[in-house]
């Protein structure tokens, strides 16, 4: 499978931005997806993810309230609305996905990044202040 994420873009602190993540080569509504982001310097961290069923999604404490994570199986794409930008959340986005569909975690493995399989390039988000 292969993830393509756009969408990202430099913006002012309390605008909104929409990511896209579109997949080729796997059908993947039916698998668990995520975001993921790096600052520079820093370590790749758990942004937010959405079950396989679409009926559950996780997010880290430092956006929950302003990200949405939600899929348009018909186009086999995720995407992230991201609300109420602050500066801290510039960063390179990745998106992710299961290596294979149907499966559930604990609610702590969908924070970590054991459960991701493939990760599209990355889309840079920049929020000034």
């Known amino acids: 499978v292969q993830l393509q994420a756009s969408g990202g873009g430099p913006v002012q602190a309390g605008d909104s931005l929409r990511l896209s993540c579109v997949a080729s080569?796997?059908?993947?509504?039916?698998?668990?997806m995520g975001w993921f982001r790096q600052a520079p310097g820093k370590e790749r961290t758990f942004v937010g993810a959405?079950?396989?069923?679409?009926?559950?999604?996780y997010y880290a404490d430092s956006v929950k309230g302003r990200f949405l994570i939600s899929k348009d199986n018909a186009k086999n794409t995720m995407y992230l609305q991201m609300n109420s930008l602050k500066p801290e959340d510039t960063a390179v986005y990745y998106c992710?996905?299961?290596?294979?569909?149907?499966?559930?975690?604990?609610?702590?493995?969908?924070?970590?990044?054991?459960?991701?399989?493939?990760w599209g390039q990355g889309t840079q988000v920049t929020v000034s202040s």
């Open positions: 080569g796997r059908n993947v509504s039916n698998s668990v």
């Open positions: 992710a996905v299961d290596r294979r569909p149907y499966r559930t975690y604990t609610q702590g493995t969908y924070y970590s990044r054991s459960w991701v399989g493939s």
């Open positions: 959405v079950s396989w069923s679409g009926g559950s999604t």
